[in-house]
């Protein structure tokens, strides 16, 4: 067996520790914009859920309780208009990196096999095509590519890190193409609801998938939306002839979604209220963290969705992060998600209104 180091990338993260120094080194404290964590309080009533589920001393079902099934198929029509959704589409999952990483490897994939996702992406993508030892591809077009062995295409949008969101137009061609061609298409879609300067659409809605969830899966999360990613709370919806032996594979293996998460996920699914009230937060710190960096000299491409400003100077990504740490304020290097991102930093809107303040003050003195 091959070492882990053979298999895997440098883990992008451990590279950012000499600037975080020094940015943790300003006078008035380090501002972290790297990494998408919410730093919000987790709503009341999802706490509440959470701590009245949480005398269960039995196992929970992997598939997850009747009424998990109901929230998210519930949730599925309210929110993305996807029709005619039952228990059969919809399947929980253990926070959606652990699925990203592991699908290829759950669906059989291996050498020969294709696994293809964006130039710019999450390298999660490529780190599942790696654990399953199959090979990678990635693109600008996905309906350029060549179908040969490929298995799974990743979708995602809005796009972490860029925050560009497919429209309803590309994503019908996309869905057609990966039917004609018998590939699997996944899109990950965990920033579906904070749409700024576009309405992000899903591959559920029956305008881009003709009313049929034939060969099509999204996956989704709590953890932005409603602050819940200490939680590990996700699901799939899609084609159950996808799901359901993908439920079989997860039994299996014991991956199942704890009692009291599935409780405050039902809870969170529920409510529209305080999704709204902290996407109002985010668009605050957005409109600072946007202007600011403008005046700054930046510019920001894309980012018309989504939890991040993708954006530049017009110089190496490491340029741009060392002369940001000078002033007490990390982001990441855009070239963790990929050889593409390598004049770009990506900021994220994930800190306190304070934290936010202190680094609008920072670039604009």
Known sequence: MSAVSDRLPTFPWDKLEPYKKTAAAHPGGIVDLSVGTPVDPVPDLIQKALIDAADSPGYPTVWGTPALRDAITGWLERRLGAREVTHRHVLP????????????????????????????????????????????????????????????????TPSN?????????????????????????????????????????????????????????????????????????????????????????????????????????????SDDTHVHEQRERYAARRTLLREALLAHGFRIDHSEASLYLWAT???????????????????????????????????ALTATDERVRAAVERLTD
């Open 161 to 269: 890190p860029t925050g560009k969101v497919l429209s309803k137009a590309e994503l019908t061609r996309i869905v057609a193409w990966a039917r004609e061609h018998g590939v699997l298409l996944l899109s990950d879609e965990c920033y579906v609801e904070l749409g700024w300067e576009a309405d992000p659409v899903s591959v559920l809605h029956p305008d881009v998938n003709g009313g049929s969830y034939e060969g099509i899966v999204s996956v989704h999360s709590l953890s932005k939306r409603s602050n819940l990613a200490g939680y590990r709370a996700a699901f799939l919806a899609g084609d159950p002839a996808v799901l359901g032996p993908l439920l079989e594979i997860r039994k299996h293996g014991g991956m199942m979604t704890s009692a009291p998460t599935q409780a405050a996920v039902v809870a969170a699914l």
């Open 93 to 156: 999952i253990v926070g959606s990196k652990e699925l990203v990483a592991w699908l290829p490897t759950q669906l059989g994939l291996g050498p020969g096999d294709k696994v293809a996702f964006p130039r710019l992406a999450y390298p999660t993508y490529e780190v599942g095509a790696r654990l399953a030892r199959a090979e990678y591809v990635a693109y600008d077009d996905p309906t350029v590519l060549d179908p040969t062995d490929l298995r799974l295409l990743w979708l995602n």
């Open 313 to 347: 100077r017009d110089e190496s990504c490491w340029d741009t992060v060392s002369h940001l740490a000078a002033r007490g304020v990390l982001v990441a290097p855009g070239d963790f998600y990929g050889p593409a991102g390598a004049r770009h930093v990506r900021v």
